[in-house]
């Protein structure tokens, strides 16, 4: 699917004279570094005006999955400003009404967001650890008997996602979806020198189970902040 979907670029390449094959995922990465290196792409991303640190990409394909499994509420690990917030909530309103979503963030810096209707309407900001258990628990007591995806983005050291999978994966029915976010750091393919993070935290969380499988469809569009990290519950 990644090499058909590249094989004009690969075919521009040969009639420049290049004088060595480029490979598909090299045209990937070289792509995926240079529009994360620049300082005015992601890093300047707004949402009704608020901080969203998304990649248009994956956001296109999470709202497919939020029309697919229609989820009662969206949790996600890791607020910030709160712009990511409103935009789950901004799509999850049109899917289902009455669907809602559970942020956690450590800091509380989502003032301006508190000030979007949508924000007012739909989301429930919780300030805390996302792996602190009093936190962990109020989430679980509030999605009980609920569709849920989960959306992880928060700390990205591999010990804290891996916890976060460990809390958050009995949340997530057969056919939901768990999202790992910026798996894509620590050389996968962005800021190699990173150290173990999200990538890694997702390998070893896999060997431990066989309930979720890594969903690779979702990475169709190429270019994704979670290369491995769409993980599907399928048992």
Request: charged content about 25%; hydrophobic content about 45%.
């Amino acid at each position: 699917m990644r090499v058909a979907a590249v094989g004009v670029l690969l075919a521009g390449a040969a009639l420049a004279g290049c004088s060595r094959p480029i490979e598909p995922e090299d045209i990937i990465n070289r792509f995926s570094n240079l529009w994360y290196d620049q300082p005015d792409t992601w890093r300047t991303m707004r949402w009704f005006g608020i901080v969203s640190h998304q990649n248009p990409m994956d956001v296109w394909i999470i709202q497919e999955i939020f029309q697919e499994i229609k989820p009662d509420v969206m949790i996600e690990c890791g607020a910030f400003h709160g712009g990511s917030a409103a935009l789950w909530a901004t799509i999850l309103e049109q899917i289902n009404p009455a669907s809602k979503v559970i942020s956690i963030d450590i800091e509380d810096r989502m003032q301006a967001a508190r000030e979007l209707p949508i924000v007012q309407r739909r989301v429930q900001f919780i300030i805390g650890s996302s792996t602190a258990t009093e936190v962990v628990a109020e989430v679980r007591r509030q999605v009980e008997g609920k569709k849920v995806v989960v959306l992880l983005d928060s700390d990205h050291r591999q010990p804290h996602v891996l916890e976060e999978l460990k809390q958050y994966a009995p949340l997530v029915g057969v056919g939901g979806y768990l999202i790992v976010q910026d798996t894509n750091i620590n050389g996968h393919p962005v800021l190699p020198g990173w150290g173990p993070g999200p990538w890694e935290a997702v390998d070893e969380f896999l060997k431990t189970t066989d309930a979720f499988e890594i969903d690779r469809s979702r990475e169709r569009f190429l270019f994704t902040f979670s290369p491995n990290g769409y993980l599907k519950r399928v048992k």
